[in-house]
T-cell receptor
Framework: DTGVSQDPRHKITKRGQNVTFRCDPI?????LYWYRQTLGQGPEFLTY????????KSRLLSDRFSAERPKGSFSTLEIQRTEQGDSAMYLC??????????????FGPGTRLTVL | DAKTTQPPSMDCAEGRAANLPCNHS???????VYWYRQIHSQGPQYIIH???NNETNEMASLIITEDRKSSTLILPHATLRDTAVYYC??????????????FGTGTRLTVIP
């Protein structure tokens, strides 16, 4: 396993369409995070999974956004009825999540979404 | 979470040490200082972290002041591949629960040939 992978790397869609992104974390990692990054800004936290349980969601995650991690392995992020403001880089990260002070997060390359 | 302040940009000559400062004057005793960097068109990459003591690894050194209100990331011999945005992040020392990273806008380091 060479790291976190994300698919697709780029997605162009028309306003109002639904899109789905996939993230495959490092295999032994049980924590998975989604972030969003707009141009010139740092990544912003969206949501977090511990195994298959979604434990925290940011207020940035409107009801048009839904994330799943059905078997505690890969995760999907779906955006319904896309808007131009959803255009951003969507980053996935994973970490070991042991009960220690902290484990570094390993980021994937991101999915760049452009909404026309 | 404690807020961090970083200069928006810095330049460094190739082969010289790059010293990136970060202020975190409101940091509390149970919060770590983490550094990540993001090379253009890639996801962020972990560099180093520390609580009180100075830390060093194969990538960088982290110097934390005695009062913990500021820190400096040192890249000892900067190369062109170190050109990136560097983020200083304060992270709570939690035994359980999420450790979401709150990135700011970071420091854009440009290594000049």
């Amino acid at each position: 396993d060479t790291g976190v992978s994300q698919d697709p790397r780029h997605k162009i869609t028309k306003r109002g369409q639904n899109v789905t992104f996939r993230c495959d974390p490092i295999s032994e990692h049980n924590r998975l995070y989604w972030y969003r990054q707009t141009l010139g800004q740092g990544p912003e936290f969206l949501t977090y999974f511990q195994n298959e349980a979604q434990l925290e969601k940011s207020r940035l995650l409107s009801d048009r956004f839904s994330a799943e991690r059905p078997k505690g392995s890969f995760s999907t992020l779906e955006i319904q009825r896309t808007e131009q403001g959803d255009s951003a880089m969507y980053l996935c990260a994973s970490s070991l999540g042991r009960f220690s002070s902290y484990n570094e997060q390993f980021f994937g390359p991101g999915t760049r979404l452009t909404v026309l | 979470d404690a807020k961090t302040t970083q200069p928006p940009s810095m330049d460094c000559a190739e082969g010289r040490a790059a010293n990136l400062p970060c202020n975190h004057s409101t940091i509390s005793g149970n919060e770590y200082v983490y550094w990540y960097r993001q090379i253009h068109s890639q996801g962020p990459q972990y560099i180093i972290h520390g609580l009180k003591n100075n830390e060093t690894n194969e990538m960088a050194s982290l110097i934390i002041t005695e009062d913990r209100k500021s820190s400096t990331l040192i890249l000892p011999h900067a190369t062109l591949r170190d050109t990136a945005v560097y983020y200083c992040i304060v992270v709570p020392r939690l035994l359980t629960g999420a450790n979401n990273l709150f990135f700011g806008t970071g420091t854009r380091l440009t290594v000049i040939p």
